[in-house]
């Protein structure tokens, strides 16, 4: 079964979705990051996406305080992303208790330091974060593109043991108009043994269904929880299936 991973984005430590990575195009919602996780693990799920939009832009986190609240008060399994880029980003927050972080900029800029991460800390903690655009990826929080293919970068760095990737298609991202099937398909057909966690344009529980006939191992929901397109009782439903 494909798992379901729920997304929050936070600006200064209120849940945003933002729409094509453009920070001009937020829009804040009324629960809190912690009234989010609790709900989302009273119907059963196992694993958060915490994404740290004022981090991405800074380069160093911004919103630990959310993660710890998090980590304490319940029992989720949470993967941080957004400002990750040196040893100390990824001390304090696996400190404040995340149990995976996301590195996208990081491994672009200074792949030797992204490899020797993920020989320290081991493949299960160090996720590649890769967040296309035009068959590219970009970085500094979707704001400067860089010359490298996703599967560029994941050939890369198959060799010091990386296991998962979370793969977001910006141009899909927060439009609800369905995820880039095909992206995804082709490369799980290229890399099988890998974790791709499916990122953007999940709009409604077919467009899950579809992710899952491809074989996408786990897909991440953000605004279509917020906007209610799929309700928890959705959720719910889907992982009682396993």
């Known amino acids: 079964m494909m798992e379901i991973v729920p997304a929050i984005d936070m600006i200064e430590g209120r849940c945003v979705r933002l729409s094509q990575g453009d920070f001009n195009k937020s829009k804040e919602y009324d629960a809190s990051p912690l009234e989010m996780a609790k709900r989302y693990e009273d119907v059963g799920v196992r694993r ?18 959310n993660l710890e609240q998090i980590a304490s008060a319940t029992s989720l ?3 941080w992303g957004g400002g990750v880029r040196s040893r100390e980003s990824i001390a304090s ?11 996208g900029s990081l491994a672009l800029q200074e792949p030797r330091l992204f ?8 493949e299960e903690r160090i996720i590649l974060g890769a967040d296309i655009s035009g068959g590219k990826i970009a970085t500094k929080g979707w704001l400067e593109l ?13 060799k ?10 910006i141009s899909k991202d927060g439009m609800l108009q369905g995820p880039a099937v095909e992206l995804y398909s082709a490369l799980m057909e290229r ?3 890998m974790h791709l966690t499916a990122s953007g344009g999940v709009g409604s529980m077919a467009d899950l269904e579809n992710l899952e006939a491809a074989g996408v191992p786990a897909a991440i929901v953000g605004k279509a929880i917020f906007e209610e397109r799929i309700t ?7 992982q009682l299936r396993g």
Do not use: M
């Open 48 to 65: 958060l996406h915490l994404v740290d939009l004022d981090g991405a832009r800074a380069g160093i986190p911004q919103n630990l305080r």
């Open 77 to 79: 399994e949470v993967e």
């Open 93 to 103: 927050v696996l400190n404040a208790g995340a149990a995976g972080v996301i590195c």
């Open 115 to 122: 490899s020797a991460f993920l020989k320290e800390y081991g």
């Open 146 to 158: 860089s010359s490298s293919t996703i599967e560029e970068v994941i050939e890369l760095f198959l």
């Open 160 to 169: 010091d043991g990386l296991k998962r990737v979370i793969c977001t298609d």
């Open 191 to 193: 890399f099988p043994t």
């Open 232 to 238: 928890l009782k959705e959720i719910e439903r889907w």
